[in-house]
Antibody, heavy 126, light 107 residues
Framework: QDQLVQSGAEVKRPGSSVKVSCTAS????????ISWLRQAPGQGLEWMGG????????DYAQKFQGRVTITADKSTKTAYMELSSLTSEDTAHYYC????????????????????WGTGTTVIVS | DIQMTQSPSSLSASIGDRVTITCRAS??????LNWYQQKPGKAPKLLIY???TLQNGVPSRFSGSGTATDFTLTISSLQPDDIATYFC?????????FGGGTKVDIK
């Protein structure tokens, strides 16, 4: 059964950085995409960015550009999300999710639908 | 960015009721619409992708339909296990964006 296991909860000081990991077991890794999303308490889902491990390059939402770095290690089937300059507004649950790809030549075609979600990581900034 | 507007934000219905949730995109995104279910304290779960394709293992009481900008998730007969928040998501272009969610509970 395909799984994404995330690293544990973090408590961080304002201004610091946090790095969350997401390790895949079963299923494809390199040929899929891995997205990072967050959900503030009682709020909706927000896509932060994603990476296609096969290509190694990441795409980011404009809101997080310059503050988030997403990487992937194909050898360990692990993706990472590092968020810097933390403020209290970054307090949230953070999820990774693997997406299936569809036929096409655009990067977005690797983000067809998210069928496997990570276990979630709570980040508290205080 | 493509804005996704979901309605209603919450609803109460009785067991066995037909429930409809709508999602409107700020531009045409034909077929590039997914639906997720999220229960409290859990990660979202994929229900429907590509507007109307049921994910493996999802009960057939869930269905999806739509046009290029307006989409609908229907639960044909609400069950206790369906109590959750539902989100739509567009995968037409990056950044991926979600609707604000619809919280469904029992009347």
């Amino acid at each position: 059964q395909d799984q994404l296991v995330q690293s544990g909860a973090e408590v961080k000081r304002p201004g610091s950085s946090v790095k969350v990991s997401c390790t895949a077991s079963g299923g494809p890794f390199s040929s899929s995409s891995i997205s990072w999303l967050r959900q503030a308490p009682g709020q909706g889902l927000e896509w932060m960015g994603g990476i296609i491990p096969f290509f190694g390059t990441a795409d980011y939402a404009q809101k997080f550009q310059g503050r988030v770095t997403i990487t992937a290690d194909k050898s360990t089937k692990t993706a990472y999300m590092e968020l810097s300059s933390l403020t209290s507004e970054d307090t949230a649950h953070y999820y990774c999710a693997r997406a299936q790809s569809r036929t096409g030549t655009n990067i977005v075609d690797y983000y067809y639908y998210m069928d496997v979600w990570g276990t979630g990581t709570t980040v508290i900034v205080s | 960015d493509i804005q996704m507007t979901q309605s209603p934000s919450s609803l109460s219905a009785s067991i066995g009721d037909r429930v409809t949730i709508t999602c409107r995109a700020s531009q045409g995104i034909p077929y590039h619409l997914n639906w997720y279910q999220q229960k409290p304290g859990k990660a979202p779960k994929l229900l429907i992708y590509s507007e109307s394709t049921l994910q493996n293992g999802v009960p057939s009481r869930f269905s999806g339909s739509g046009t290029a900008t307006d989409f609908t998730l229907t639960i044909s007969s609400l069950q206790p296990d369906d109590i959750a928040t539902y989100f739509c998501q567009q995968t037409y272009s990056l950044p991926l964006t979600f609707g604000g969610g619809t919280k469904v509970d029992i009347k």
